[in-house]
Protein backbone atom coordinates (compact mmCIF):
# COMPACT_ATOMS: atom_id res chain seq x y z
CA UNK A 1 0.00 0.00 0.00
CA UNK A 2 1.20 3.31 -0.93
CA UNK A 3 1.45 6.01 1.59
CA UNK A 4 2.59 9.67 1.20
CA UNK A 5 2.97 11.28 4.10
CA UNK A 6 3.42 15.63 3.48
CA UNK A 7 4.85 17.63 6.52
CA UNK A 8 6.58 21.44 7.17
CA UNK A 9 3.63 23.70 6.51
CA UNK A 10 2.95 26.38 8.42
CA UNK A 11 2.25 30.18 8.24
CA UNK A 12 5.64 32.21 6.71
CA UNK A 13 5.00 36.13 6.13
CA UNK A 14 5.93 37.33 2.46
CA UNK A 15 9.86 36.56 2.00
CA UNK A 16 9.85 33.91 3.85
CA UNK A 17 11.38 30.68 3.69
CA UNK A 18 9.84 27.09 4.11
CA UNK A 19 10.88 23.57 3.67
CA UNK A 20 8.54 20.75 2.84
CA UNK A 21 9.16 17.06 3.33
CA UNK A 22 7.37 13.73 1.47
CA UNK A 23 8.02 10.35 3.34
CA UNK A 24 7.16 7.46 0.86
CA UNK A 25 6.15 4.24 1.36
CA UNK A 26 4.95 1.03 -0.31
CA UNK A 27 6.97 2.19 -3.39
CA UNK A 28 10.62 1.96 -4.95
CA UNK A 29 11.51 5.45 -4.34
CA UNK A 30 14.50 5.56 -6.31
CA UNK A 31 13.26 4.82 -9.53
CA UNK A 32 10.11 7.12 -9.37
CA UNK A 33 9.98 10.24 -10.54
CA UNK A 34 8.20 12.64 -7.79
CA UNK A 35 6.44 15.43 -7.66
CA UNK A 36 5.19 18.35 -5.59
CA UNK A 37 1.51 19.33 -6.51
CA UNK A 38 -0.63 22.12 -4.73
CA UNK A 39 -4.06 23.43 -4.49
CA UNK A 40 -6.49 25.95 -3.29
CA UNK A 41 -9.68 25.89 -2.81
CA UNK A 42 -12.26 26.01 -5.61
CA UNK A 43 -9.04 25.25 -8.21
CA UNK A 44 -7.33 21.82 -9.72
CA UNK A 45 -4.04 20.98 -8.08
CA UNK A 46 -1.20 21.78 -10.38
CA UNK A 47 2.16 20.90 -10.47
CA UNK A 48 4.70 22.72 -8.75
CA UNK A 49 7.92 21.02 -9.57
CA UNK A 50 9.22 17.65 -10.24
CA UNK A 51 12.33 15.23 -9.81
CA UNK A 52 13.11 12.59 -12.21
CA UNK A 53 14.93 9.37 -10.71
CA UNK A 54 18.35 11.03 -12.26
CA UNK A 55 17.69 13.97 -10.38
CA UNK A 56 16.42 16.01 -13.79
CA UNK A 57 14.06 18.65 -12.40
CA UNK A 58 11.29 21.10 -13.36
CA UNK A 59 9.68 23.76 -12.12
CA UNK A 60 6.24 25.63 -12.89
CA UNK A 61 7.22 29.14 -14.20
CA UNK A 62 5.71 30.80 -10.90
CA UNK A 63 8.09 29.29 -9.03
CA UNK A 64 11.36 29.11 -11.20
CA UNK A 65 14.22 30.55 -9.15
CA UNK A 66 12.39 30.76 -5.63
CA UNK A 67 11.77 26.71 -5.01
CA UNK A 68 13.88 23.87 -5.02
CA UNK A 69 12.87 20.13 -5.40
CA UNK A 70 15.44 17.68 -4.09
CA UNK A 71 15.27 13.80 -3.15
CA UNK A 72 16.89 11.69 -0.36
CA UNK A 73 16.26 8.12 -2.19
CA UNK A 74 18.33 6.51 1.40
CA UNK A 75 15.26 8.27 3.53
CA UNK A 76 12.61 7.64 0.66
CA UNK A 77 11.84 11.06 1.21
CA UNK A 78 11.26 14.44 -1.27
CA UNK A 79 11.68 17.68 -0.61
CA UNK A 80 10.46 20.91 -1.43
CA UNK A 81 12.55 24.39 -0.57
CA UNK A 82 10.54 27.34 -0.83
CA UNK A 83 12.21 31.02 -0.95
CA UNK A 84 10.92 34.30 -1.50
CA UNK A 85 7.25 32.94 -0.22
CA UNK A 86 4.59 34.99 -1.56
CA UNK A 87 1.33 35.43 -0.52
CA UNK A 88 -0.42 33.52 -3.96
CA UNK A 89 1.76 30.71 -2.91
CA UNK A 90 -0.72 30.28 -0.51
CA UNK A 91 -2.42 26.30 -1.08
CA UNK A 92 -2.06 23.07 -0.06
CA UNK A 93 1.00 21.46 -1.09
CA UNK A 94 1.24 17.53 -1.91
CA UNK A 95 3.65 15.47 -3.02
CA UNK A 96 3.11 12.07 -5.42
CA UNK A 97 5.28 9.88 -7.52
CA UNK A 98 4.76 10.81 -11.40
CA UNK A 99 4.58 10.34 -14.77
CA UNK A 100 8.07 11.29 -16.36
CA UNK A 101 7.36 14.27 -18.76
CA UNK A 102 3.82 14.17 -18.31
CA UNK A 103 3.77 15.01 -14.61
CA UNK A 104 0.65 12.75 -13.67
CA UNK A 105 0.56 11.33 -10.53
CA UNK A 106 0.07 8.02 -9.83
CA UNK A 107 -1.62 7.30 -6.52
CA UNK A 108 -4.01 8.09 -4.03
CA UNK A 109 -2.93 11.78 -2.61
CA UNK A 110 -1.61 11.82 1.01
CA UNK A 111 -3.29 14.71 3.22
CA UNK A 112 -0.81 17.78 2.52
CA UNK A 113 0.85 20.28 4.06
CA UNK A 114 -0.82 23.48 4.06
CA UNK A 115 0.97 26.83 3.58
CA UNK A 116 -0.21 29.99 4.25
CA UNK A 117 1.96 33.40 3.28
CA UNK A 118 1.19 36.37 4.96
CA UNK A 119 1.35 39.62 3.01
Known amino acids: QVQLVESGGGLVQAGGSLRLSCAASGIIFSIKTMAWYRQVPGKRRVLVAG???????NYADSVKGRFTISRDNAKNTVYLQMNSLKPDDTAVYYC?????????????WGQGTQVTVSS
Open 96 to 108: NAASPGSWFPFHS
Open 51 to 57: ITSGGGT
